[in-house]
């Protein structure tokens, strides 16, 4: 069983940055992608980004692209989330997840996803 923990948010002024971190343990994740998501009240989790953890591509929602970039540290099996130039509209609930497998195309759908994270929460004062 894989273990996802996230931490890192907080309350920000739009404009400000944060960085989320996502710790993994139980299993080693060599053939695995590690997504971000997020989830404002009424609304539906929606894809942030993700990485490969083999080879470390990453891919970015439109929405994020060019303000967000997600990395990660091999040997501390952690996956971070840095985010800048934060608006209002970015405040939400972020998941981190796992799926063990993206051949071709990292999946944007929540649903194909593993193991998740319990969430963090970011608030983006205006």
């Known amino acids: 069983q894989v273990q996802l923990v996230e931490s890192g948010g907080g309350l920000v002024q739009a404009g400000g940055s944060l960085r989320l971190s996502c710790a993994a343990s139980?299993?080693?994740?060599?053939?695995?992608?590690m997504g971000w998501f997020r989830q404002a009240p009424g609304k539906e989790r929606e894809f942030v980004g993700a990485?490969?953890?083999?080879?470390?591509?990453?891919y970015y929602a439109v929405s994020v692209k060019g303000r967000f970039t997600i990395s990660r540290d091999n040997a501390k099996n952690t996956v971070y989330l840095q985010m800048n130039s934060l608006k209002p509209e970015d405040t939400a609930v972020y998941y981190c997840?796992?799926?063990?497998?993206?051949?071709?195309?990292?999946?944007?759908?929540?649903?194909?996803?593993?193991?998740w994270g319990q969430g963090t929460q970011v608030t983006v004062s205006s």
């Open positions: 997840a796992a799926i063990r497998s993206a051949t071709v195309v990292v999946p944007a759908t929540p649903s194909r996803y593993d193991y």
């Open positions: 990485i490969r953890w083999s080879g470390g591509s990453t």
């Open positions: 139980g299993r080693t994740f060599s053939s695995y992608a």
